[in-house]
């Protein structure tokens, strides 16, 4: 029977005997049965952690070496930004995260001059209205033009509407008719195929002593109105520039005598006679026939 309290041999030392080989020390084995993992997802002992690169125990692994590239130029760049803020310049500068190189804004290119559009330019008639209706067309007799007027070509085409004034309404033009059977005539829903308008303005001065006409007022009074003549100038425009396109002559507005139906003022009781329009159709077809 061997004596329990013995000494046994030190594993670790180096045996008396040169030619002896050194025993290796048995590892402990973890806690638990053969084969388990150990708890607290503690590696086992001479195992390397998980994610440990191998390589020498004790050492930490060196980080990979970081480019310098990037630290410049941040720096230049922030020196940059800094001297143009100075100067009065707003800069904006764009990051890239996949490229160390910084990116560069570009200024986008003019398709045209400032202040200019790339669209039609707007016609030189800065009284040109979109007419809704035939009355618009009086427009163009006070210095205006139709933007979706037809597109006068030739006289011949042409389709017409006429407009005149008068002596107490000067600044104010009204639609005159016209002969309905001619090739320039144009109804009044037919607007948008009007390309040329005629314009009767009165002549200031012009007015002459015609009839006197005996008349009964809406009240039933009679009253004596001065129906008196006058003349006119015809003139005839492109309707979608107001450019004048041709001339009419002088027509009259005879009062040789008091009409079925007349309108005067009541203070001044005055009547005017209208433009003659068998004469304004005779320029009409001079013009457009």
Do not use: W
């Amino acid at each position: 029977m061997s004596d329990p309290y013995a000494q046994q041999p030190d594993p670790y030392r180096a045996p008396s005997d040169p030619y002896a080989q050194p025993v290796s020390p048995v590892p402990p084995q973890p806690y638990g049965a053969p084969g388990q993992q150990p708890y607290s997802g503690q590696p086992a002992y001479g195992q390397q952690p998980y994610g440990q690169p191998v390589g020498q125990p004790g050492y930490a692994p060196q980080p990979p070496a970081k480019s310098k590239k990037g630290l410049v130029i941040g720096i230049v760049a922030g020196v940059v930004v800094l001297l143009l803020i100075l100067c009065g310049v707003g800069v904006a500068l764009i990051a890239n995260a996949a490229d160390d190189d910084p990116v560069i804004p570009t200024t986008p290119t003019r398709t045209s001059a400032p202040g200019t559009s790339a669209a039609a330019p707007p016609p030189g008639n800065n009284n040109a209205i979109t007419a809704d209706s035939s009355s618009d067309f009086g427009d163009v007799c006070s210095g205006g033009a139709i933007l979706n007027a037809a597109e006068y070509t030739t006289p011949a085409s042409a389709k017409v509407y006429v407009f005149g004034n008068s002596p107490t309404r000067p600044t104010s033009y009204s639609y005159k008719s016209v002969d309905s059977r001619a090739s320039y005539y144009a109804k009044s829903a037919d607007y948008a195929q009007v390309s040329a308008v005629g314009c009767l303005s009165y002549v200031e001065g012009s007015e002459a002593i015609g009839q006197k006409c005996d008349i009964k007022a809406s009240d039933g009074k009679k009253l004596t109105v001065d129906y008196l003549s006058s003349r006119y100038t015809l003139t005839f425009h492109n309707a979608r520039t107001g450019e004048k396109i041709g001339d009419g002559g002088t027509v009259n507005a005879p009062a040789n005598r008091c009409p079925s139906f007349l309108t005067y003022n009541k203070e001044t009781l005055k009547s005017y006679a209208s433009p003659d329009t068998a004469s304004v159709d005779a320029a009409l077809k001079k013009m457009f026939s």
